[in-house]
């Protein structure tokens, strides 16, 4: 059969994350399995099924496995964009393209019973919209090390938080069962093609995509995350109890940022002082190398009366919310090492992000 290598490279990449990378331990992780006109890839965290849409290949009925990496290197490797692919007498694939010849040894494993087990119900099927997408991109954090990284999934909510930093968006029209995914599984998320439908399994969550391709991810076991506690902490941040409601000036997260030149370590954060006060936001951070200040004055008057107060902030949480909103409910927070410590509320249609203050020693 002649083969369009192009068309075929497409499909292998989509069906690459359910490939596993190193050492494998489970039996055809490592493989790209063509079976009853897909390709199926599955590593015991993320499994993939991919529709081909070769006409040869489908008229063919090509079935076997083979090693992902040897067999996905050559193909890329060709020239031309025809390949000529059979099948030997010894049940070898041979692949000729131009002068070069393969010839591939097929996995022996019952990859049939395992995909099987694993396939979706063609009924229980829900429709996702693009305000899915929406919440994932919102609540992912880069460089989550807690217990609670990833994401996490109840009804109309997405919820992310690394201890310092919550994030809560609410979709409006898309309604969804409890479960819990990793932030690598999250990743794999984002790289897809539209996201046309969900379904939960057991310990696997289904999606579907707009070409027919389902990507499947084992769930984490949800009993262990807070949503009940992280719900509670976002509700009580009402703006009533604002100490101030304000928007930033652009201008801040550049300084901002140039400030963190200077940061403090904190833990894992990068943290950097802001002085408020009516008139202006000071910015400065300093370490034995050196020393940064900036002034930054407010866009717009403050209505509020209060006091100067001093507090710092992860210089990185700041750049994450300023893509997203300047606009701000500053509150007094829990008391931590003997400080009382205020956290900023930020507010979009859709999502509510929560920043608690660094306790820094001065």
């Given amino acids: 059969m002649i083969v369009k290598r192009k068309e075929l490279i497409e499909n292998l990449k989509k069906a690459m994350p359910g490939i596993e990378s190193g050492s494998a331990t489970l039996q055809g992780a490592d493989s790209f399995v063509f079976h009853n006109g897909k390709i199926y890839t599955y590593n015991d965290l993320i499994s993939v099924v991919v529709p081909i849409e070769s006409d040869e290949l489908l ?81 992912k954090m880069n460089l989550n090390k807690t217990d609670f990284s990833g994401i996490y999934f109840e009804g109309k909510d997405i919820v992310s938080t690394d201890g310092n930093q919550l994030n809560f968006y609410t979709m409006k029209k898309t309604e969804l069962p409890k479960f819990w995914l990793s932030d690598n599984s999250v990743g794999e998320l984002l790289k897809l093609n539209k996201l046309v439908a969900i379904q939960l399994s057991g310990t696997w969550v289904h999606f579907k995509t707009e070409d027919g391709t389902i990507f499947s991810v084992k769930t984490l076991e949800f009993a262990g995350y807070p949503y009940d506690k992280l719900k509670n902490i976002i509700n009580s941040s ?4 604002a100490k101030i409601h304000a928007k930033f000036p652009e201008s801040l997260f550049t300084a901002i940022d140039r400030a963190s030149s200077f940061s403090i370590d904190v833990l894992d954060y990068s943290a950097v002082r802001l002085s408020i006060s009516k008139d202006k936001i000071e910015v400065s951070s300093e370490r034995s190398s050196g020393k940064y200040t900036e002034k930054v004055a407010w866009d717009e008057v403050i209505e509020n009366d209060f006091d100067s107060f001093n507090f710092y902030v992860d210089s990185a949480m700041m750049q994450y919310i300023s893509k997203r909103t300047v606009e701000f409910y500053l509150f007094e927070g829990p008391i931590r090492d003997g400080r009382q410590l205020p956290r900023l509320l930020f507010v979009t249609e859709n999502s509510k992000h929560l920043i608690c203050t660094l306790s820094v020693d001065e």
């Fill in 59 to 139: 008229s063919e009925g090509l079935e076997g496995s083979v090693k992902a990496d040897e067999f996905f290197k050559i193909i890329n490797k060709f020239s031309s964009d025809e390949m000529k692919l059979s099948v030997t007498e010894k049940g070898t694939w041979l692949i000729k393209c131009g002068k070069a010849k393969v010839e591939m040894s097929l996995m022996d494993f019952d990859f049939e019973s395992r995909f099987e087990n694993l396939s979706p119900d063609e009924d229980s099927w829900v429709d996702l919209n693009d305000e899915f997408i929406s919440g994932i991109q919102v609540c």
């Fill in 238 to 241: 009402s703006s009533k109890k």
